[in-house]
């Protein structure tokens, strides 16, 4: 019987379908940012993840068999192939040893079950909430979103609003520069562009 497979390129070793497929998905949400092969680095927020693919939010979307490589906040590195584009970001493959797999697993079950356990979320300032909560997100056209400020720290703000920005868009809030990071079911977390000191200077400038 003559084969019809097609020859594998020497050093690629995508991982097969079947093999991808016996590992389940958990909805988490880390931040990050990937590359694609044009080298130019982008921000991302994935949503679901296992030992062997991941599911991104991102500004941009690459195209199917494109090579990806991310950093991923409390994951490190990873790389693999886009295996879908979606409207709003895409699904790659994870191309790790056996080893880095059984890491990487264990890794998911505590990003999925933290908030579960009531772990402690990785913060790198303190939040508070603001006296005056109210404020307004300024978008790159002028257009004003008036918001409330959920809480803020010395690097950044979750706020609620109805409009949800692209990931990756520099919005203004009040008069800091910032860009969103993330989205949840009440609106949008952002980083400010410059680490203030002071949180009375932010306080000031909502």
């Not at 019987?1 to 690629?12: D, N, Q």
């Not at 950093?71 to 490190?76: E, N, Q, S, V």
Request: proline residues 6%; glycine residues 8%; hydrophobic residues 40%.
């Amino acid at each position: 019987m003559t084969s019809t497979a097609r020859p594998m390129k020497e050093g690629r070793r995508p991982l097969p379908k079947l093999d991808r497929r016996r590992f389940q998905r958990v909805k988490i949400n880390v931040l990050g940012r990937f590359m694609l092969s044009n080298r130019t680095e982008y921000p991302c927020q994935v949503v679901d993840m296992s030992p062997g693919g991941a599911a991104l939010m991102t500004p941009v979307s690459g195209t199917m068999g494109e090579k990806v490589i991310a950093y991923l906040d409390h994951i490190g590195r990873i790389e693999g192939e886009i295996t879908r584009v979606f409207d709003g970001g895409f699904a790659m493959t994870v191309n790790a040893s056996a080893r880095k797999r059984d890491k990487l697993a264990s890794q998911l079950t505590w990003l999925a079950n933290r908030h579960v356990l009531n772990l402690p979320e990785d913060r790198r300032h303190e939040r508070i909430v603001p006296r005056n909560p109210f404020s307004h997100v300024i978008l790159p056209d002028g257009k004003e979103l008036r918001c409330r400020i959920i809480d803020v720290s010395l690097s950044g703000a979750a706020v609620a609003l109805e409009q949800r920005p692209p990931l990756g868009e520099a919005v203004t809030l009040g008069r800091m520069r910032a860009r969103v990071v993330r989205h949840f079911d009440e609106g949008i977390a952002l980083e400010f562009a410059a680490a203030y000191q002071n949180p009375d200077v932010i306080t000031n400038n909502l």
